[in-house]
């Protein structure tokens, strides 16, 4: 079992159907990208769950700080202008 | 920057303990417990405290190696199934079984462990895995009655963990849930095809369960007087019923589904209380649960033998795909050089 723990862990990304974004679903160990997507297809696909796979590195996923009240995001926090809801208009103005 | 399921920073000790950093611990302290009290999940990369990870880890390990521990008592069938169709049924849930597993690892490598560690540690017999899974499968009736009632029991303990507050696993428990409700209605429709047939097949079902009844109500664990971890789990929203709880959820549900099967539960206090609504039974014999949880189940070394071979007896396919990996790695970088 030592040359399995050298492979690298890969994160999974499903695209259910046409039309729709992949969306990430777990992770596995491969010791290639190729052997990933195999893998992910047993594993992730066994009863049509999609339509095309993604995998990537997880070392090669760069991503913000984990807290969801990091500074990063506190710029859209205040401006709720850039919302519908923001705008009082007559009710009777028809199709907005 | 790091991947999202690499593990938390953990405080850099050669740091000089100063009183900005136990504020700081208090001020995560008080982060992660408004998290839990909001009923948010919790995410990999967000701090926690050890024991909640200690618990995380074990739990899910723990979770994990039931999953593939578990393919072995079925998976002793396979050979010997009686029909093409019983076959292939059979197959895709021990399948299942092991994909259980992976989803189980893969959530558990998000807190900063390694898959092969865990194994190791399973064979080693320094983690444990469900108690059930250390009886023997005497006949195919047992195939159908580890679908109806130990799957059964599965789903009851499972679907509540779909809202654990740790959030890779109450991911891996939604998928694990939604699989799981064809492994419980392929073991009922086995039974109930074996129910319709002869005198002997039908005493084949009455069998196996007598003989799975009691270890499945063991797999819900030790009574809630006896359960010493329980309490901080649910505090932590890891766990969101008490043992006895889930039990009691089992029973009522499976008794009425004995009586629409046509066998009888071998349990004489089984009892309708109209009050509560609920069904009593017996007494569950918890030195049984020690003695087979502390290794002294009809199964348990065999179970860990099989798990030993098939980790050494299949290191050299581990091997080969890494060779298959190595020299198409370095084809590949020959083709640009």
């Known amino acids: 079992m030592t040359a399995r723990r050298d492979w690298p862990l890969y994160e999974v990304f499903v695209r259910g159907k046409r039309g729709l974004n992949h969306v990430h679903v777990g992770s596995l160990h491969a010791p290639d990208d190729e052997m990933a997507v195999h893998a992910a297809r047993d594993l992730y696909t066994r009863r049509n769950e999609g339509v095309s796979?993604?995998?990537?590195?997880?070392?090669?996923i760069t991503a913000s700080s984990p807290d969801e009240k990091d500074p990063m995001f506190a710029p859209s926090g205040d401006k709720v202008y850039r919302h519908p809801t923001f705008y009082d208009l007559p009710e009777d103005v028809p199709h907005m | 920057m790091t991947a999202p399921t690499a593990p938390p920073a953990v405080p850099d000790e050669t740091?000089?303990?100063?009183?900005?950093?136990v504020l700081d611990e208090t001020a995560l302290q008080q982060h992660f417990d408004a998290t839990i009290a909001a009923g948010h999940r919790v995410e990999p990369r967000d701090w926690m405290p050890e024991g909640y990870r200690k618990t995380l880890v074990r739990q899910i390990a723990q979770h994990a190696h039931s999953e593939i521990i578990g393919m072995q008592p079925e998976g002793d069938w396979l050979l010997a199934a009686p029909s093409l169709r019983r076959k292939a049924v059979l197959l895709a849930k021990v399948q299942d079984e092991a994909g259980h597993g992976m989803y189980l690892y893969s959530a558990a490598e998000t807190l900063g462990v390694d898959r092969a560690d865990l194994t190791d540690k399973l064979i080693e017999g320094r983690q444990k895995y469900s108690s059930i899974f250390n009886y023997p499968t005497l006949s195919y009736a047992d195939v159908g009655v580890i679908?109806?009632?130990?799957?059964?029991?599965?789903?009851?303990?499972q679907v509540p963990l779909c809202r654990s507050s740790y959030g890779p696993y109450a991911r891996a428990m939604i998928r694990i849930c939604k699989e799981e409700s064809f492994h419980q209605r392929q073991g009922y429709e086995l039974l109930l095809t074996m129910m319709g047939g002869t005198d002997a097949q039908r005493a084949m079902v009455q069998d196996a369960v007598d003989r799975w009844w009691w270890p499945s109500l063991m797999m819900f664990g030790p009574p809630d007087t006896d359960s010493p971890n329980s309490a901080q789990s649910m505090a932590w929203g890891i766990k969101r019923h008490?043992?006895?709880?889930?039990?009691?959820?089992f029973v009522d549900m499976s008794v009425p589904q004995a009586q629409?099967?046509?066998?009888?539960?071998?349990?004489?206090?089984l009892s309708w209380d109209a009050d509560a609504g609920h069904w009593r039974f017996g007494p569950v014999d918890w030195d049984e649960l020690k003695r087979v949880i502390s290794g002294g189940g009809p199964c348990n070394a065999e179970r860990i033998a099989r798990r030993r071979a098939a980790r050494d007896g299949n290191a050299w396919v581990t091997e080969a795909a890494s060779a298959y990996a190595a020299k198409h790695a370095a084809e590949h970088a020959g083709e640009h050089a």
């Open chain 1, 53 to 60: 796979i993604w995998v990537v590195r997880a070392a090669h």
């Open chain 2, 15 to 21: 740091a000089v303990p100063d009183q900005t950093a």
């Open chain 2, 147 to 157: 679908g109806w009632l130990v799957d059964g029991a599965a789903i009851c303990n």
């Open chain 2, 242 to 249: 008490s043992n006895d709880e889930l039990r009691q959820r």
């Open chain 2, 260 to 269: 629409a099967l046509g066998v009888t539960l071998p349990d004489p206090d």
